[in-house]
């Protein structure tokens, strides 16, 4: 399962993490001390928009996947693309850029793919967010790129 920091905290770890479903636990005291970070796990906040429309997947879980190919030692993650370009670069999958909403604390850019798994039931928990990412004109090259538009992304490996 996929999880992070809380979305209103400043503190905690910037990037996603994909957790196991069965942990193993080291020496640990049960409760909260309040000194500590805390994790929490990861729910899509796609509000019906597009690229997601339909999907059903606003407020349920957001499942995780380690990826390991043969024989491939490189990998690499393409904003903005479909399509790996380069000789011996094969696409692994292609979807849409996501990341925490722009008003909350950063995380890391993730390329979701465009046809998603959903966990769980939709509960709105919220904890680590996933919002689609779009692109805005300014510093931001017009084109090629299109203020709103929702950018795409590939991983591709070699």
Same mark, same amino acid.
């Given at each position: 399962?996929?999880?992070?920091?809380?979305?209103?905290?400043?503190?905690?770890?910037?990037?996603?993490?994909?957790?196991?479903?069965?942990?193993?636990?080291?020496?640990?005291?049960?409760?909260?001390?309040?000194?500590?970070?805390?994790?929490?796990?990861?729910?899509?906040?796609?509000?019906?928009?597009?690229?997601?429309?339909?999907? +059903?997947?606003?407020?349920?879980?957001?499942?995780?996947?380690?990826?390991? !190919?043969? #024989? @491939?030692?490189?990998? *690499?993650?393409? %904003?903005?693309?479909?399509?790996?370009?380069?000789?011996?670069?094969?696409?692994?999958?292609?979807?849409?850029?996501?990341?925490?909403?722009?008003?909350?604390?950063?995380?890391?850019?993730?390329?979701?793919?465009?046809?998603?798994?959903?966990? +769980?039931?939709?509960?709105?928990?919220?904890?680590?967010?996933?919002?689609? !990412?779009? #692109? @805005?004109?300014?510093? *931001?090259?017009? %084109?090629?790129?299109?203020?709103?538009?929702?950018?795409?992304?590939?991983?591709?490996?070699?």
């Amino acid at each position: 399962m996929a999880a992070g920091a809380h979305y209103t905290h400043a503190g905690g770890g910037a990037n996603y993490l994909c957790l196991p479903k069965d942990p193993e636990w080291g020496n640990h005291q049960d409760g909260f001390s309040g000194t500590n970070s805390y994790l929490y796990g990861a729910e899509y906040e796609t509000h019906n928009q597009p690229p997601f429309v339909g999907s +059903g997947l606003h407020d349920h879980d957001v499942p995780c996947a380690v990826c390991h !190919v043969s #024989g @491939r030692s490189a990998h *690499l993650m393409i %904003p903005g693309r479909k399509t790996c370009k380069g000789d011996g670069w094969v696409a692994e999958y292609s979807g849409y850029l996501m990341a925490e909403y722009h008003g909350h604390p950063r995380t890391e850019w993730v390329c979701m793919d465009s046809e998603p798994e959903k966990g +769980g039931t939709p509960v709105n928990q919220n904890g680590a967010l996933f919002y689609t !990412v779009e #692109g @805005r004109c300014g510093v *931001l090259e017009c %084109p090629p790129y299109v203020d709103g538009r929702e950018i795409t992304c590939v991983v591709c490996t070699k």
